[in-house]
């Protein structure tokens, strides 16, 4: 198994949009609507089309597959009456080929008796195909999936096993995939293969279940394994075998219980996973904060032995690392946030063996953020991870992982994860500067006791005003989300909901450089919306807010009660409860944001919880 071929950049995979969701059963019962649920589990990553396949009791493949939307393809291919112990199922987010019934998966060999689902790019498939059509093979799609069930249909023909066929194919393949694969050569097994593509195998009661993530079956079990890259193997009657590739020989990956229940994966009543999850935070950092405190001892000892701190992510999760850059400078602690795929020509150069680089990522799988870790590995820097995700690729990286309690996040725009990562570097740093002699005690009382009581007000009073002004916001093409020091951040965040959801051009910016260039847009109501905390920078930010308003912004902010001078200056107000202008204010001052975001984008007819061109985990560089 040593020659299996993986590309140079090998998270050059595609976005992880495609969803997979596999079952066995092990004492002969019917797993097609468990296969359908799955499949419905996963919709928030995004397809255009979907099928299942079944091995029926007769060893017989039953495949069903279609374009369009779950709930419609269930009702023209009644795929309910689908009658099978062991199955596949899949949803496609196009890649190679046009949205059609023929590139939908699950794939079949020629003779219609291997069955495989896929998610990834396979790179070299053009030139395997070509191969396998000089021998006669037939090829009814144009995915790069097709050509795994006519290779192993290769292999079996050459006097391979099922497995040691799969194994066989597997080796040939070049680039980044997550695979499941039933046969009615062998209909108790289900074969699996996961190269840089995540997958997942879930222990139930009497089955398991291969999927592309947990929420698929989190409603029959939360004991799991996490597949590392490399791992291919099957499940059967015989319990479950994995192998590695890359280390060519068997492998023992632990038994996770992971600690989400099936309604934490659930809408609950909301029309939205996203507003779900915004109405979560209250529990969502109350309960990292508790998780943190388990954690928290050794992270401080990476943070008290470096040189040089570097905190490393992407998107949301960098903002919550420049929140955190902030924040430790406020108390004397030297850091830098610095975004992923800039990290190695920004800072490569200075990275050495007494530096600390905490990569903050909520999936654990950003490929940007992967390859600037391994680099500072490389240079022998210590690496610690902050994530959402048990078992997840960071986690492996790392010298160290923190788990953050925020529990699963299906909307794609990131929002209680956000919360849950300033959680975890406040605690940090309340911790560290409590060493460094500081007196935290203000700021620990309302941290460790009372924060999920006072989001939950901010939320109270946040969500019918976010819900009016929306209306306001939703023939709008461009906003401003200016913010000072630890506003900053804030405001940097609060613009990214707004661009992707509402599809609303919104530009976060140090308010103090808005008068460098930004302000030449400003018209007769443009959207301003102005971060301030009750701190030092408050009369700077009126500064900014009066520059704005005396060209015709419209102005939006959201300050502490009582902020006079700034509220009379404003045309909308969110009001946030006194005691929070300190390193706590993003896990208030950030809600009017996100609901503000979320309504917009619902009035503009978005669906917030997967918007266009964005996925969940994005492991391309
Ligand atoms: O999983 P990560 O936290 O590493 O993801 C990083 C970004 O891709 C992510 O925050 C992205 O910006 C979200 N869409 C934000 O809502």
């Known amino acids: 198994m040593r020659d299996v071929l993986v590309s140079e950049h090998v998270i050059e995979a595609g976005y992880n949009l495609c969803g997979i969701g596999a079952c066995l059963s092990l004492i002969k019962r019917n797993i097609a609507g468990k296969i ?27 495949l069903r597959k279609g374009v369009g939307k779950i709930d419609d393809l269930k009702n023209k291919l009644h795929f309910d009456q689908m ?13 190679h080929g046009g949205v059609t019934e023929e590139n939908a998966h699950p794939h079949t060999d020629c003779d219609g008796r291997i069955v495989v689902v896929h998610n990834g790019i396979i790179e070299n498939y053009l030139e395997i195909r070509k191969e396998l059509e000089t021998r006669g093979h037939k090829f009814r799609s144009d995915t790069d999936t097709e050509i795994v069930p006519h290779l192993i249909e290769e292999f079996i023909k050459r006097g391979n ?30 074969l699996f293969a996961r190269v840089f593509s995540p997958l997942v195998i879930g222990l139930g009661t009497d089955e398991y279940y291969i999927a592309s993530d947990i929420p698929a079956f989190l409603e029959w079990t939360n004991k799991v394994i996490i597949l590392e890259d490399g791992d291919i193997g099957y499940v059967s009657q015989g319990g479950v075998l994995i192998e590695n590739v890359f280390l060519n020989r068997r492998v023992h990956r632990d038994v996770t219980t992971i600690p989400w229940t099936k ?23 109350s309960r990292t904060i508790l998780m943190a405190r388990k954690q928290i001892d050794r992270f401080l000892d990476y943070l008290e032995k470096a040189e040089e701190v570097y905190i490393v992510a992407a998107g949301t999760s960098y903002y919550a690392s420049l929140h955190g850059q902030y924040a430790f400078a406020k108390y004397g602690l030297r850091s830098r946030a610095v ?82 990562q300033v959680a975890v570097l406040n605690y940090a740093l309340i911790k560290w500067a409590e060493m460094h002699g500081y007196d935290m005690d203000d700021v620990k009382r309302v941290f460790l006791n009372n924060i999920g009581e006072k989001i939950s007000n901010v939320l109270e009073k946040a969500n019918s005003l976010a819900k009016k002004l929306s209306e306001w916001m939703v023939p709008k093409s461009n906003a401003y989300y200016l913010g000072r020091g630890l506003g900053l951040p804030i405001a940097l965040e609060g613009a990214l909901k707004m ?45 900014a807010i009066e520059e704005m308003k005396s060209r015709g912004a419209y102005i939006i902010s959201v300050c502490e009660e009582g902020m006079k001078k700034i509220q009379e200056k404003s045309d909308f107000i969110f009001e946030i409860p006194s005691g929070f202008s300190n390193i706590l204010a993003p896990l208030v001052y ?4 996100q609901l503000l975001a979320y309504y917009t984008a619902v009035k503009r007819g978005c669906d917030p919880d997967k918007p266009r061109n964005l996925a969940k985990s994005v492991t391309v560089e």
């Open 36 to 62: 359908l649920i799955m499949l419905k589990n996963l919709e928030y990553r995004g397809y255009d089309s979907a099928g299942i396949a079944v091995i029926t009791p007769e060893n017989t493949l039953d």
């Open 83 to 95: 009658v099978g112990f062991v199955g596949i199922g899949h949803t496609r987010w196009a890649t």
């Open 161 to 190: 096993d099922f497995y040691e066929a799969f194994k066989n194919a597997v080796k040939k393949l070049k680039g980044a995939y997550a695979l499941a694969v039933v046969s009615t050569y062998e209909p108790n097994k289900i």
């Open 263 to 285: 309604e934490m994966a659930k809408k609950g009543g909301f029309p939205h996973f996203m507003l779900k999850e915004i109405f979560e935070q209250p529990q969502s950092v």
């Open 339 to 420: 975004v992923a795929s800039e990290f190695i020509e920004e800072v490569g150069g200075f990275i050495g063996n007494k530096d600390l680089v905490i990569g903050v990522s909520q999936s654990g799988e950003t490929a940007d953020t992967l390859l600037a870790l391994r680099y500072a590995k490389k240079k022998g820097a210590k690496v610690v991870a902050i994530t959402n995700v048990i078992g997840s690729a960071i986690t492996r990286i790392s010298d160290y992982s923190i788990i953050m309690g925020a529990g699963p996040e299906i909307g794609v725009a990131a929002t209680k994860t956000f919360t849950a």
């Open 499 to 543: 661009k992707e959801i509402a599809y609303i051009h919104a530009e976060g910016y140090p308010a103090g450089e808005s008068k460098h260039g930004p302000i030449a847009l400003i018209e007769k109501d443009f959207p301003v919306i102005s971060i301030v905390l009750n701190d030092h920078l408050q009369e700077k930010m009126l500064i």
């Open 590 to 593: 950030i809600i009017p944001l």
